[in-house]
């Protein structure tokens, strides 16, 4: 199976108070966006595509491997991934979505995303269970019911689809739409999406915090 790999980069790094992009922060040295892009190849993918804020080319260019292709970024997740998909080369059976924020995402987790679709499911995310309580809050901030929590999963990154799936669905979203991953595109297209195991290292860096856990996890 020929798979593209598509990383997610062109955030801004407001919320980790840094004032280069969060895919540039450096982890045990080595920027997120060259972690994730490494665990893309390591795991099966056989090119990557990486969407990037359009002024910091040059910066991102200069910590990637040559081969791996830049687009400029849009002003949402959504408008980035639409970017970046359109770079895609048009042979490739399957793409794997994946956020820079999600550094120390083990390349088991991409095998396994490939290997769902190599038997034969059109989308497919990795999850991992929840095992907190559970509830609905309000806009007054009071409890409005119970969520079961044996039936809900936390989504994690790469996220594989049919190439071809992928991109109808992105197709016939409007053009401003901002969702939060790829499985929500293609769910709005009525496509059924598979799961397997996540990994908890697969956590997503948002504030200082969890870098400051990340470089912890690099040591040990
Ligand atoms: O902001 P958040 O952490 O949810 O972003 C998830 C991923 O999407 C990050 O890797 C970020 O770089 C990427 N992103 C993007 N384009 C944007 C906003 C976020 O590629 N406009």
Redesign the pocket.
């Known amino acids: 199976m020929h798979a593209v790999g598509i990383?997610?980069?062109?955030?801004?790094g407001l919320?980790l108070g840094s004032d280069v992009?969060?895919?540039l922060v450096p982890l045990a040295g080595r920027p997120l966006v060259r972690w994730?892009v490494d665990t893309l190849l390591a795991g099966g993918v056989a090119e990557v595509v990486v969407?990037v804020p359009a002024a910091e080319r040059d910066a991102f260019a200069a910590v990637l491997p040559d081969r791996v292709v830049l687009v400029a970024?849009?002003?949402?997740?959504t408008?980035?991934?639409r970017a970046a998909l359109k770079a895609v080369d048009s042979s490739a059976d399957a793409v794997l979505v994946h956020?820079?924020?999600?550094p120390l995402t083990p390349p088991d987790v991409v095998t396994r995303v490939l290997a769902a679709l190599a038997g034969g499911a059109r989308a497919v995310v990795p999850v991992l269970p929840v095992v907190d309580t559970t509830v609905a809050v309000g806009a007054d901030g009071m409890i409005t019911g119970a969520l079961p929590r044996e039936q809900i999963r936390r989504v994690q990154t790469p996220q594989g689809f049919h190439r071809a799936t992928l991109v109808e669905a992105y197709r016939r979203l409007p053009a401003h739409a901002e969702l939060?991953d790829d499985a929500a595109v293609v769910h709005t297209a009525k496509v059924r999406v598979a799961t397997v195991d996540g990994d908890e290292r697969a956590a997503?860096v948002?504030v200082a915090h969890d870098l400051a856990l990340a470089e912890l996890q690099v040591r040990v």
């Open positions: 990383v997610a980069a062109a955030g801004s919320r992009p969060k895919a994730a969407a970024g849009g002003s949402s997740r408008a980035s991934v956020d820079a924020a999600r939060t997503k948002t």
